[in-house]
């Protein structure tokens, strides 16, 4: 098989949530197979360790683009900042999202009193926002030359968390992973469902990619809770996502919409 399948030489790739831990990691993937990047993130967003790497090795093949996914104005103006400068976009990766690990403090609520409003705030990002984006971004690509989008969406689309991996972290009240991120999560994998059939006649390919738990600095008990869980036996490397991406993003799936590409190490076939 040609590795050309997989090149996106020319491509304009636009990647939402880019200056996080996984945004870094779509962007650069992409860049290695051809294409320069528009890397959407909140003015506001604290830039991560990968951002700040990969901003030195990629150069002006990556663009920062402003872009809250939560305002439609915002992602208009970011849309055509993109074609105005850079071109028009082939491919999206709709990555932008909010969970709570306990790392940020986490979700310290009990069940019964959940505020709404942190509910209301994470389908405002993962759901609508990628809705928006979708709207405005991909409404353009089927409007002109087609191209593939990528829904970045979460094992939890498919699975309710173990609350058991939180059960050794101190506190009065127990951590509680929030059930708002995986059903956001969850519509999102539908969403992706509704644009790939509305779309396919116009050349844009749908799909999601599922990441499960990736390495980032979490504590060993936590790691080993989730790594028993996994038939691969560890959390994902960041460079395991890599491959999966690009093949979404080129000619290699050319005949793949509507999927939900899972990269859980087989966690959800337990
Ligand atoms: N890290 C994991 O283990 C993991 C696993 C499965 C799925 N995911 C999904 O991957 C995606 C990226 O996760 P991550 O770990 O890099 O998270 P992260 O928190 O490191 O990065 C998310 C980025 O999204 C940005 N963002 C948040 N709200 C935004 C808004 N309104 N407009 C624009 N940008 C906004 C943040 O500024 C941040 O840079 C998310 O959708 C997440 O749900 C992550």
């Known amino acids: 098989m040609s590795s050309a399948l997989y090149r996106l030489d020319g491509r304009i790739a636009v990647v939402t949530g880019a200056a996080g831990k996984l945004g870094p990691v779509w962007a650069e993937a992409l860049i290695d197979a051809g294409a320069v990047v528009a890397a959407l993130d909140l003015a506001a967003a604290a830039s991560s360790e990968a951002w700040a790497t990969l901003v030195a090795r990629a150069g002006d093949r990556v663009r920062r683009v402003d872009c809250d996914v939560t305002e439609r104005a915002s992602i208009a103006r970011a ?38 409003e942190q509910f209301r705030r994470m389908v405002d990002v993962n759901l609508l926002g990628t809705f928006q984006v979708t709207q405005l971004v991909g409404g353009r690509m089927a409007a002109g030359g087609g191209g593939s989008i990528i829904n970045i969406g979460s094992l939890y689309a498919s699975v ?66 989730y790594a028993a869980r996994v038939p691969l036996g560890r959390m994902a490397r960041p460079e395991d996502l ?29």
Not at 167 to 179: A, I, N, T
């Open 160 to 225: 309710s968390p173990d609350q058991r991996f939180y059960d050794h972290l101190p506190g009065d009240l127990p951590f509680l992973k929030s059930p708002a991120y995986g059903a956001s999560k969850a519509a999102v994998v539908n969403l992706t469902k509704y644009f790939s059939t509305l779309w396919g006649p116009r050349g844009v390919r749908v799909n999601t990619l599922s990441p499960g738990g990736v390495l980032a600095g979490q504590d060993d008990q936590f790691r080993a809770k």
């Open 242 to 270: 890599r491959g999966p991406l690009v093949f979404l993003a080129s000619a290699a799936s050319a005949y793949v919409t509507g999927h939900e590409l899972r990269v859980d190490g087989g966690f959800t076939a337990w």
């Open 79 to 116: 849309l055509d900042e993109v074609v105005r400068v850079m071109g028009e976009p082939a491919v999206l990766v709709i990555n932008a999202g909010v969970d709570q690990p306990p790392d940020s403090g986490g979700n310290r609520s009990r069940i019964d009193d959940l505020p709404i």
